[in-house]
C-alpha cells in the first residue's frame, strides 16, 4: 500500500487538505498527516484540524508521495521550514513523488523542484518568482516526471484524483471517482 504524507500549517486551505486525504483514504492509500507544530491546525477559513502526528516524529519515515496544500499564510509556513525542504529534495532525489496545489508550488520552487519542469499554481503566485526555466501552465493538473501541481479549491478533486491514479493506477482512480457521482 502507498504512503502518502500531508504536512498541514497553520492558516493552510482546508478544502484542498481534506479533499486530499478523503479521496486518498477512499483509494486504499495510507495518509498521515503531519502538523509542523504540536496541536491543532486552523485553517485559512477556521477549520480546525487535528493532525495525526507532528511532522518531526515521521521526519525519518518512508513515504510514496508528499503532498502539500496550499492556502495563506500556510504555504508560507511551509516555505519558511526548512524540514520541508529537506524532505522534498529527498523525495524527489529517491524518485517519489511530490505534489502541492494553490500557493504551494512556489515550496516546490523554493526547494529547486520545479527548475526545467512543467508546473502550474494559483494565477499569480509562480508568476511572482524568478522562475526562468519553470514552464508556467494554466491546467487544473500539471503532471511532470513526479512533480504534480495543481491551482487551487476548484481544481483540488482532479488533482487528488490525479494523484491516486498515479500511486494506484487508473482502475482505482475510476473506482474511486465512480463514487463521486460528478458530471
Do not use: W
Not at 529527498?90 to 524518485?95: K, S, V, Y
Not at 519553470?134 to 500539471?142: C, D
Amino acid at each position: 500500500m502507498a504512503r502518502v504524507l500531508i504536512p498541514l500549517a497553520q492558516g493552510c486551505e482546508e478544502l484542498e487538505a481534506v479533499t486530499v486525504i478523503d479521496l486518498l483514504r477512499r483509494a486504499g492509500i495510507e495518509v498521515v498527516t503531519a502538523g509542523l507544530e504540536e496541536g491543532p491546525v486552523t485553517c485559512s477559513r477556521g477549520v480546525v484540524l487535528l493532525p495525526d502526528t507532528r511532522l518531526d516524529e515521521v521526519l525519518d519515515e518512508d513515504f510514496d508521495m508528499l503532498v502539500l496544500p496550499g492556502g495563506l499564510p500556510g504555504a508560507d509556513h511551509l516555505d519558511n521550514d526548512e524540514r520541508i525542504k529537506v524532505l522534498l529534495r529527498r523525495m524527489a532525489e529517491q524518485g517519489k513523488y511530490t505534489a502541492a496545489i494553490c500557493a504551494a508550488p512556489k515550496v516546490l520552487a523554493s526547494a529547486g523542484l520545479l527548475e526545467n519542469r512543467r508546473a502550474t499554481s494559483y494565477p499569480g503566485v509562480l508568476d511572482a518568482l524568478d522562475l526562468p526555466r519553470t514552464h508556467r501552465l494554466n491546467q487544473p493538473v500539471v503532471v511532470d516526471a513526479g512533480v504534480i501541481t495543481s491551482r487551487g479549491p476548484g481544481t483540488a478533486m482532479d488533482f487528488a484524483l490525479e494523484l491516486i491514479g498515479q500511486l494506484a493506477g487508473e482502475e482505482q482512480r475510476q473506482a474511486v471517482e465512480s463514487g463521486l457521482v460528478r458530471p
